[in-house]
């Protein structure tokens, strides 16, 4: 089992930023990557950005990229969402992913993240 804790969420102005973290606890030896989601009232849960556990290889939606940047701590079983230039369409509750060996999927249990206009 992994458990997957976000932080980082809160209220900002188009254009602010703000970081999310994810702190991944138990068996994180079975972690091959992990991301973050999003998804914003009526709407899907969408992914956001992943990044691979080793190689650190990355992938983002075309609505984030260049503004959003993903990255890893390993010694800090961490995972980090940077996210510039908010725009309002930024706005909703994010969740942080985990996949491991045998398909497993972990999820957090969300952060709001608000943009106002």
């Known amino acids: 089992q992994v458990q997957l804790v976000e932080s980082g969420g809160g209220l900002v102005q188009a254009g602010g930023s703000l970081r999310l973290s994810c702190l991944a606890s138990?068996?994180?030896?079975?972690?091959?990557?992990m991301g973050w989601y999003r998804q914003a009232p009526g709407k899907q849960r969408e992914l956001v950005a992943t990044?691979?556990?080793?190689?650190?290889?990355?992938n983002y939606a075309d609505s984030v990229k260049g503004r959003f940047t993903i990255s890893g701590d390993n010694a800090k079983n961490t995972v980090y969402l940077q996210m510039d230039s908010l725009k309002p369409e930024d706005t909703a509750v994010y969740y942080c992913?985990?996949?491991?060996?045998?398909?497993?999927?972990?999820w957090g249990q969300g952060t709001q993240v608000t943009v106002s206009s």
């Open positions: 138990g068996s994180i030896f079975s972690i091959n990557a």
């Open positions: 990044i691979t556990v080793g190689a650190g290889n990355t």
């Open positions: 992913n985990a996949k491991a060996i045998r398909q497993r999927e972990y």
